[in-house]
Protein backbone atom coordinates (compact mmCIF):
# COMPACT_ATOMS: atom_id res chain seq x y z
CA UNK A 1 0.00 0.00 0.00
CA UNK A 2 2.80 2.60 0.92
CA UNK A 3 4.69 1.59 -2.56
CA UNK A 4 1.49 2.23 -4.02
CA UNK A 5 1.27 5.67 -2.37
CA UNK A 6 5.08 6.59 -3.11
CA UNK A 7 4.25 6.18 -6.90
CA UNK A 8 1.71 8.16 -6.89
CA UNK A 9 3.00 10.27 -5.13
CA UNK A 10 5.94 10.74 -6.91
CA UNK A 11 3.38 11.50 -10.13
CA UNK A 12 3.43 8.00 -11.72
CA UNK A 13 0.18 6.58 -12.22
CA UNK A 14 0.55 2.64 -12.70
CA UNK A 15 -1.91 1.08 -15.44
CA UNK A 16 -3.24 4.39 -16.71
CA UNK A 17 -3.02 2.87 -20.21
CA UNK A 18 -5.00 -0.02 -19.48
CA UNK A 19 -7.57 1.54 -17.82
CA UNK A 20 -8.26 3.97 -20.64
CA UNK A 21 -8.63 0.92 -23.40
CA UNK A 22 -10.59 -0.87 -20.82
CA UNK A 23 -13.18 2.62 -20.43
CA UNK A 24 -12.92 2.74 -24.13
CA UNK A 25 -14.11 -0.48 -24.88
CA UNK A 26 -16.44 -0.48 -22.08
CA UNK A 27 -17.56 2.86 -23.86
CA UNK A 28 -18.24 0.96 -27.03
CA UNK A 29 -20.23 -1.79 -25.70
CA UNK A 30 -22.37 1.23 -23.61
CA UNK A 31 -23.00 2.84 -27.75
CA UNK A 32 -23.95 -0.54 -29.40
CA UNK A 33 -26.68 -0.89 -26.32
CA UNK A 34 -27.85 2.09 -27.54
CA UNK A 35 -27.92 1.42 -30.88
CA UNK A 36 -29.77 -1.98 -29.89
CA UNK A 37 -32.50 0.23 -27.53
CA UNK A 38 -35.48 1.86 -28.46
CA UNK A 39 -34.63 5.27 -28.36
CA UNK A 40 -32.38 4.92 -31.63
CA UNK A 41 -34.74 2.46 -32.73
CA UNK A 42 -38.00 4.90 -32.77
CA UNK A 43 -35.56 8.03 -33.31
CA UNK A 44 -37.19 9.59 -29.76
CA UNK A 45 -35.34 10.62 -26.67
CA UNK A 46 -39.46 10.18 -24.78
CA UNK A 47 -37.90 6.33 -24.70
CA UNK A 48 -34.83 6.92 -22.30
CA UNK A 49 -36.43 5.03 -19.53
CA UNK A 50 -36.11 1.64 -21.28
CA UNK A 51 -32.50 2.43 -22.00
CA UNK A 52 -31.89 4.23 -19.07
CA UNK A 53 -28.81 0.55 -18.63
CA UNK A 54 -27.07 1.72 -21.68
CA UNK A 55 -27.06 5.36 -20.90
CA UNK A 56 -25.91 4.69 -17.35
CA UNK A 57 -23.40 2.72 -18.94
CA UNK A 58 -22.36 5.08 -21.41
CA UNK A 59 -22.19 7.96 -18.77
CA UNK A 60 -19.91 5.89 -16.40
CA UNK A 61 -17.47 4.43 -19.21
CA UNK A 62 -17.40 8.09 -20.34
CA UNK A 63 -16.41 9.51 -17.36
CA UNK A 64 -13.96 7.01 -16.57
CA UNK A 65 -12.44 7.45 -20.64
CA UNK A 66 -11.89 11.61 -19.73
CA UNK A 67 -9.90 10.91 -16.00
CA UNK A 68 -7.95 8.14 -17.60
CA UNK A 69 -6.80 9.92 -20.29
CA UNK A 70 -6.10 13.27 -18.10
CA UNK A 71 -3.97 10.84 -16.42
CA UNK A 72 -2.02 9.47 -19.66
CA UNK A 73 -1.62 13.01 -20.11
CA UNK A 74 0.21 13.38 -16.68
CA UNK A 75 2.19 10.63 -17.11
CA UNK A 76 3.58 11.61 -20.21
CA UNK A 77 4.15 15.61 -19.01
CA UNK A 78 5.85 13.86 -15.90
CA UNK A 79 7.83 11.56 -17.97
CA UNK A 80 9.08 13.94 -20.27
CA UNK A 81 10.21 16.47 -17.59
CA UNK A 82 12.09 12.95 -15.87
CA UNK A 83 13.58 12.36 -19.15
CA UNK A 84 14.83 16.26 -19.49
CA UNK A 85 16.29 16.05 -15.55
CA UNK A 86 18.02 13.16 -16.41
CA UNK A 87 19.61 14.43 -19.57
CA UNK A 88 20.62 17.72 -17.61
CA UNK A 89 22.16 15.80 -15.14
CA UNK A 90 24.14 13.69 -17.14
CA UNK A 91 25.41 17.02 -19.22
CA UNK A 92 26.14 18.67 -16.02
CA UNK A 93 28.36 15.09 -15.18
CA UNK A 94 30.11 15.09 -18.15
CA UNK A 95 31.15 18.47 -17.93
CA UNK A 96 32.26 18.25 -14.29
CA UNK A 97 34.53 15.31 -15.68
CA UNK A 98 35.77 16.87 -18.28
CA UNK A 99 36.46 20.35 -16.63
CA UNK A 100 38.44 17.57 -13.42
CA UNK A 101 40.25 16.20 -16.16
CA UNK A 102 41.54 19.77 -17.66
CA UNK A 103 42.62 20.77 -14.08
CA UNK A 104 44.66 17.44 -13.19
CA UNK A 105 46.11 17.05 -16.54
CA UNK A 106 45.84 12.80 -16.10
CA UNK A 107 44.20 10.61 -13.57
CA UNK A 108 45.18 8.87 -10.34
CA UNK A 109 46.75 5.63 -11.72
CA UNK A 110 46.10 2.34 -9.68
CA UNK A 111 49.72 0.77 -8.08
CA UNK A 112 51.36 -1.92 -9.92
CA UNK A 113 50.46 -5.44 -8.95
CA UNK A 114 54.11 -6.57 -7.08
CA UNK A 115 55.30 -9.62 -8.50
CA UNK A 116 56.14 -12.39 -6.50
CA UNK A 117 59.01 -15.14 -7.50
CA UNK A 118 58.49 -18.66 -7.15
CA UNK A 119 60.76 -18.76 -4.06
CA UNK A 120 58.62 -16.24 -2.20
CA UNK A 121 55.48 -17.80 -2.68
CA UNK A 122 56.73 -21.45 -1.61
CA UNK A 123 58.44 -19.42 1.67
CA UNK A 124 55.51 -17.87 2.09
CA UNK A 125 53.06 -21.10 1.98
CA UNK A 126 55.60 -23.35 4.01
CA UNK A 127 55.31 -20.43 6.54
CA UNK A 128 51.89 -19.86 6.59
CA UNK A 129 51.44 -23.75 6.55
CA UNK A 130 53.90 -24.34 9.90
CA UNK A 131 51.92 -21.24 11.27
CA UNK A 132 48.75 -23.53 11.37
CA UNK A 133 49.99 -26.99 12.81
CA UNK A 134 51.43 -24.50 15.57
CA UNK A 135 48.42 -23.80 16.22
CA UNK A 136 46.56 -26.60 15.83
CA UNK A 137 48.82 -28.04 18.23
CA UNK A 138 47.92 -25.88 20.79
CA UNK A 139 44.64 -26.34 20.82
CA UNK A 140 45.41 -30.30 20.25
CA UNK A 141 43.46 -30.64 16.98
CA UNK A 142 46.41 -32.54 15.20
CA UNK A 143 47.31 -36.03 16.65
CA UNK A 144 50.69 -36.34 16.06
CA UNK A 145 51.91 -39.48 14.73
CA UNK A 146 53.35 -42.14 17.19
CA UNK A 147 56.89 -43.13 15.82
CA UNK A 148 57.58 -46.33 15.16
Not at 41 to 53: K, M, N
Not at 67 to 75: I, N, P, Q, V, Y
Request: charge should be negative.
Amino acid sequence: MAEKAAKESAGYSEGAEFRFLGNLFGLLLACAGLLAGTMVREFSLGYWLEDIVPLLLLLATLRGLVKSGLELAKDSIYYEEQKKQVAEALAKRQEMMETAEEESGELPKLAAKPHYTEQEVLEAVSKRIEQQRDEAMKKNKMIVPHEQ
